[in-house]
């Protein structure tokens, strides 16, 4: 009985509040995520040949995040999941940066 009621339910509005959230919020996450990476990854932030890498690290990261979007109930919850991965993102980025440059 319920699952016929949800597969009668129309098609949500809020589509483009995800697809908002992840281009947006998700290249930023993905922005993040790489420079975690250029970090933490093999050799540090001063290995020679990891720029390029880093670099065409964001789109994938990017695509898969705006790829499983929507796989989110609300574009509320997208957006919402998306900022706060952004400021737990951002403050990792922000201590390992720190802590790098402090040794």
């Keep these: 009985m319920e699952n016929k009621e949800q597969k009668n339910k129309p098609m949500r509005a809020d589509w483009w509040t995800k ?9 930023t996450l993905a922005l ?6 250029a970090w ?3 050799g540090g932030i001063a290995a ?5 890498f ?6 994938p990261i990017w695509m898969l995040i705006l790829s499983m ?5 609300t574009g509320l919850r997208a957006l919402t999941g998306l900022l706060i991965a952004n400021a737990l993102a951002y403050a990792l980025l922000f201590l390992v940066k720190t802590w790098s440059g402090s040794q």
């Design 19 to 27: 697809t908002l959230s992840g281009m947006v919020l998700g290249f």
């Design 32 to 37: 993040a995520v790489s420079g975690l990476f």
């Design 40 to 42: 933490l990854g093999p």
């Design 48 to 52: 020679p040949q990891k720029v390029q």
């Design 54 to 59: 880093v670099m065409w690290l964001i789109t």
């Design 69 to 73: 979007i929507y796989l989110v109930r």
